[in-house]
């Protein structure tokens, strides 16, 4: 376990050993309530487009058992803080579909979770919010040209083969968090 660097471990104490007193703590199971039980987004490419939908039951049914865990396991007032991407799917060579993966969980728990909705909050990586300053329209003209472009040697290489355009990046995600409540 070499290489594990943190300025948390004691000077001189060796990496393996500050690995091993981290990682030996108490399992969920071994404490009392918690407050808040994490469940992060996926992390795949922005413009990814999966060739099947079948794995998307899966995971919904993996986020209501682990809100079902969360929900015996937590404090009254606990948040389950699931963090969802929306995802494209294939649907033939030439069409894709946009799964609005985070409004189903979010149906999903409001639907078979005794969870209360607390916020749902959207979130976009840094460097793509936008900003309220004001813009450089010479700038922004030639990105445009730019992308137009771009997007014209798309739809001949589109026509002349089996290439499959680009799409408009998913740079979005939504954290759904949902409170325990005193029933």
Known sequence: MKGL???????????????????SGPMISDI???????????DFEDTAC??????????????LKMAEIAEKKMMVGGIFAVGV???RVS??????????????????LNERSKL???EYVGCVRGGLVRENKTSD??????QLQADLTKW??????????NYQRHVLPIVHANYLLFQKSAR
């Open 152 to 161: 014209e040697i798309e739809k001949i290489s589109e026509q002349n083969s």
């Open 137 to 142: 329209h010479d700038k922004l003209r030639q």
């Open 32 to 42: 009392g309530e918690i407050s808040m039980f994490v469940i992060p987004h996926l």
């Open 116 to 118: 209360r909705m607390k």
């Open 50 to 63: 999966f060739k099947t939908d079948s794995w998307l039951s899966t995971y919904r049914n993996f986020v």
């Open 5 to 23: 660097i943190s300025d948390l471990k004691e000077k001189g104490q060796e990496d393996a050993e500050y690995a091993e007193a981290l990682f």
């Open 85 to 87: 991407k929306d995802v």
């Open 91 to 108: 649907i033939d060579q030439k069409k894709l579909r946009l799964i609005p993966l985070s409004v189903l969980v979010c149906q999903d």
